[in-house]
Each structure stands twice: as C-alpha cells, then as structure tokens.
C-alpha cells in the first residue's frame, strides 16, 4: 500500500506534465494499474489525495478517479466517490464534483444508468452557497445531459434544469459560462422548446438587464435549433385573406 501511494501521488503530478502524450500515457497509466489490481486500492489513495492544497494536484486527481471509473465500470467508483461528499471541507466537495463532471464526460451514454443516483448530489451542490459548488455541478451537467440524449432521462434533467436556471443572473464569468454550457447540454437533450418555455418569461421584462440575459439565452437556442423552434411559437389565428395555421405542426406520429 505504501509503494502504491508514492506510486500513484507520483502519477498524479505526472498527469500535470508540460507535454500531452505525458499526460496521456499517465493518465492510461492509471487505468492500467486499476485494471491490474482493482480499483478500490487505488480510489482510496486518489480519495485521501483530494485533500491536499495545491490546486494542480487536486485536479489531476480528479481526472484519474474519472479514468478509473471508465476503466472498472462506474458502479466501482461512484458510491465512495459520493460518500465523499459528505466530509464538510471545500475543496473535497469540490474535488468530488470535478470527478462526476468528467466522469460523465468520459463514460457518454453509460450515464444513463447512473444519473438518477447522482441527481441528490447535484440538487445539493446547486443549492449551495459557494459559486465553486454551482458552477462544477453546472459543468457536470452539461456532459450528463449530452450522454444521456434519446435515453429517456428527461424526467431528471427537467428537474435539475430546475436547480440550474436560477443562476441565470449570476455575474461571475466562470458561472455564466458554466451555466450557458449547462443550458446548451439541456438544449440537447430536452429540445430547443423546452428551454424557449423558460426563456419566454424573459423576453419581454420591463428592466433592460433581465431581458439581456434572455436574450442571449434564446440567441444560442436560435442558433442551435432555429428549425426546431418554429413549432413553440405562439399560433396565429387564419384571417379573411391568409392562412396562418400549419396543419402539418399537429400531426403526431
């Protein structure tokens, strides 16, 4: 256990190397010993390894609980991984939400097994104080929602969407940017109606500031999905001389 702590502390500071194929290969690395003799020795020194200060350590620690779980399966990983959760100190709750982000990031559509055991955690973090807590849940999202798209999990998003969308204004760049990504992934995989049922609230706000933000929200949807939104608008009734009704919008198959 000794030699697999230095090893692997000595793993971690690879994976932060100048050069990709380092990173890579450190990064495999990992995988490799997971596989070799299993992942829970391993979890357990990367776990502890989330407590330390330097900021570079803790994040390349991050990606290899992520690589772990790709290699061993999820269900290996996560229920320590949320169990650390609960110790009450920043940067492990921290450390623990950058792993689900690119845990969700690296294992795609598996996430559909796993998003409702995580949906607590994500509820929490988004409800939580510190904008780190937010904005990390917020990325973590976006690669949920991007994974599980056409898996039938849109029960859960619509719920998380609930938790995400009142950071809408939230003026740290870091947040906005995660939020906008949060947003965009849900696009994805609820549809751009959805998210314009949200935002139609917004468009037309007395105060000028509200409206930006709207705006610029249903700007990306028009970009992402400008077709697929012509079926949200509002209908207009036919008159004497036009036909405004699109029969074809009602038909469902």
Known sequence: MFLLRNGSCCLVI????????NRRATV???????????????????LNNLRVQERQNRVCTTVAIA?????????????ALMN???VPELNVQNGVLKSLSFLFEYIGEMGKDYIYAVTPLLEDALMDRDLVHRQTACAAIQHMA??????????????????????IFETSPHLVQAFMGAVEGLRVALGPIKILQYCLQGLFHPARKVRDVYWKIYNTLYIGGQDSLVIGYARVPDDSRNTFTRHEL????
């Open 14 to 21: 690879g994976t932060s190397q100048a050069k990709r194929n």
């Open 28 to 46: 495999n690395t990992f995988g490799y010993i997971a596989k070799a003799i299993g992942p829970h020795d391993v979890l357990a020194t990367l």
């Open 67 to 79: 690589i772990v779980a790709e290699t061993c399966s999820p269900f290996t990983v996560l229920p």
């Open 84 to 86: 650390e959760y609960r």
């Open 146 to 167: 991007l994974g599980v798209y056409g898996f039938g999990c849109e029960d859960a998003l619509v719920h998380l969407l609930n938790y995400v969308w009142p950071n």
């Open 250 to 253: 009602d038909m469902i198959l």
